[in-house]
């Protein structure tokens, strides 16, 4: 019953629209909105469609540049510390930290491949225009350097004296730490060059930020392994200070191209993560420094907004390749 | 060997999607989704992976040259058919970590689907968002300027199938000479806004398939000052090396206090 009445009225609907159209040469009475054909801005950009394509790293990306950050800092300490003759104790924990941070880097990247079983044509030419194969060869000679010092280290440990093996444990270290720093920051690099405005304005800035994260990570790490002596302090206040001082640069300064850096899911993720590196550790370490707990605290701040920080850059870089506007507004100014 | 090169021309644009389906058919690439977008006609919507040409649909309120729109206001439809640009200074070639992407002797960007790894640098790394990688495959691809057909001494499928010519092939000097002509022509008949798009200002350095507009470069979605990414490599490195600098320096302090 119902669905004749419907039937009907269909019908009648539809001679109404032929009657219009002949009078009218148009139906006339027939609003759609959002149907049909909308004005392109003559202005402004193609019905707003991104300019740009987003970039299509996975999960494992930013795990890795926060990862590989923490290794690659670790063996940087290692070899400075060694040089101070400091603990061995310590020197071995972050000899670990960088090789366990060298085992698992490489997995993250394979996996994030769209060809995992051709991994190896990373390492079929030298580019250094290129920061991903850069990078690749950094990340190659870094895991080869932490585990002969890793090696040598442990030998040692265990009484074979050898002055050549104490040579070789001098050297693998500092090849490690130089190796560490580039692995450290060449993953700012490989974002600040690309056409993405968000990375590409803030160039600069990023090897900063990595690397400091990168900083306060492996001396949090040395933290909860028990090391809560006065140079794990200092190194936490300096990356959490240098950290707070990002921070009110970015919140201060006000560009369009920033725009998701300040609002939306990345600006969001990243505001906590500032907090949390920045003021949260700083303040923890200023008032509950002197003890363990307040320590702790401070170093799982630092740890958890140093993660928080690189997913938040990579949104920051998704929402930036959509949004037309801000690109062409960037190079017109320019 | 010359320079290969596209000239295509939005005055001479019927919108029909020849080209699509041509490239489409012809480099046998799979489809990418059946949306309805409600953009005009236009519900392939931007290049990617599996979309080597795409034919945009402008309706601004603008006159088209000297002609008259029955609408009572200003109106114009207009189309042009985007493709890969080939670089002369090309972003993802130079991005690429695998030397998979290579110029070849007619001077276009040709992506090895053979080395490709799918890392996806490329993408980030062209100014004009076209390369993409294609998700259920895993590597990279774009507009191979039909290299095999180049190589056969054919035209590619794109320009055999323009109807109108919109899509020009040919030597790159030749066709920037006639772009130029065709711009003056159109400007003389009335058409004050056609211009030809071919950054060769920027770092860019200029591009082998460029197009004549109408308008501004911006309703196209055509980045006005594009620049090839390795530019800002310079200024990051340094301050990665500063800021090592100044880490190495405070973990000094820290061990010597």
């Given amino acids: 019953m119902k669905a004749a009445t419907k039937l009907k009225a269909t019908e009648e609907r539809l001679e109404e629209i032929r009657k219009a159209a002949i009078e009218n040469a148009s139906p ?47 063996a940087c300490l290692a070899f400075i510390a060694q040089s101070f003759r400091s603990n061995p104790a310590l020197i071995r924990t972050s000899l670990w930290a960088a090789l366990l941070g060298a085992a698992i880097c490489p997995v993250l990247l394979i996996a994030d491949l769209g060809r995992p079983a051709r991994f190896l044509n990373m390492l079929r030419v030298f580019k250094l225009r290129s920061a991903m194969s850069l990078g690749a060869w950094i990340l190659a000679a ?37 190796a560490g720093l580039l692995l450290g920051s060449y993953t700012a690099v490989l974002i600040g060059a690309t056409a993405i405005p968000v990375w590409s304005e ?6 900063a930020h990595f690397l400091t994260s990168g900083l306060g990570c492996s001396a949090a790490i ?27 640069f970015l919140e201060v300064r006000k560009r369009p191209v920033d725009a998701p850096l300040h609002h939306g899911r990345s600006g969001t993720t990243l505001r906590i993560a ?27 701040c630092f740890l958890i907004g140093a993660l928080l920080s690189r997913y938040a850059w990579i949104w920051a870089g998704r929402a930036s390749a959509s949004d037309p506007n801000a690109l062409f507004h960037l190079q017109r100014k320019a | 060997m010359p320079i290969s090169a596209f000239l295509t021309d939005a005055s001479l644009c019927i919108g029909c999607k020849a080209c699509e389906v041509a490239c489409k058919e012809w480099n046998q690439i799979p489809d990418d989704g059946f ?24 309706e601004q309120k603008q006159p088209m040259g000297s002609q008259l729109a029955s609408i009572g206001e200003p109106f114009r439809w207009q189309f042009l058919s985007d493709v890969c640009k080939h670089c002369a ?24 689907p053979d080395i490709c790894n799918g890392c996806g640098y490329c993408v980030v790394s062209c100014p004009f968002g076209v390369i993409d990688k294609r998700p259920e495959d895993g590597r990279a691809f774009k507009c191979t300027f039909c290299y095999d057909r180049q190589k056969a001494g054919l035209v590619p499928a794109c320009a055999k199938a323009c109807p109108t010519e919109s899509i020009q092939f040919g030597d790159l000097e030749e066709l920037k000479q006639r772009g130029k002509s065709r711009v003056q022509d159109l400007q003389r008949r009335g058409y004050h806004d056609a211009q030809i798009y071919n950054p060769q200002e920027t770092s860019v350095g200029g591009i082998h398939a460029f197009f004549v507009i109408l308008g501004e470069p911006e309703a196209y979605n055509l980045p006005p000052t594009p ?21 190495v320096a405070i973990v000094f302090a820290a061990f010597a206090i």
Avoid: M
Avoid at chain 1, 202 to 207: D, F, H, I, Q, Y
Avoid at chain 1, 223 to 238: N, R, W, Y
Avoid at chain 2, 95 to 110: D, L, M
Avoid at chain 2, 227 to 247: D, R
């Fill in chain 1, 202 to 207: 803030n160039r600069k800035l990023l090897p």
């Fill in chain 2, 35 to 58: 949306v309805w977008s409600g953009q005009s006609y236009d519900n392939t919507r931007a290049l990617g992976a599996s979309t080597w040409r795409h034919v945009l649909f402008l």
């Fill in chain 1, 274 to 300: 500032g907090l949390l590196e920045g003021p949260a550790a700083l303040l923890l370490r200023v008032f509950w420094g002197s003890v363990p707990a307040g320590r702790y605290a401070a170093a799982s």
């Fill in chain 1, 142 to 178: 870094f895991s080869g350097c932490a585990f002969v010092a890793v090696f040598c280290f442990e030998l040692l440990l265990r009484g074979f004296t050898n002055p050549l093996l104490t040579s070789l444990l001098w050297l693998a270290e500092a090849s490690a730490a130089v």
């Fill in chain 1, 28 to 74: 006339t009475g027939i609003t759609q909105p959002g149907a049909g054909t909308p004005l392109a801005q003559n202005v402004g950009s193609y019905y707003g469609l991104p300019a740009l394509k987003a970039p299509v790293w996975t999960w494992q990306v930013p795990l890795y540049f926060f990862l590989g950050g923490i290794a690659g800092v670790s």
């Fill in chain 1, 222 to 248: 040395l933290e909860f392994a028990g090391f809560l002596i006065p140079a794990t302090q200092i190194l936490g206040f300096a990356a959490s200070g240098i950290e707070t001082v990002i921070e009110i």
């Fill in chain 2, 227 to 247: 620049e090839v990414p390795t530019v800002y490599l310079k200024s990051a490195w340094t301050s990665a090396l500063v800021s090592a600098a100044i880490i």
């Fill in chain 2, 89 to 112: 200074n090309a972003g993802c070639l130079e991005a690429c970590p695998t030397g998979s992407i290579v110029r070849t002797e007619v001077g276009s960007v040709f992506v090895q």
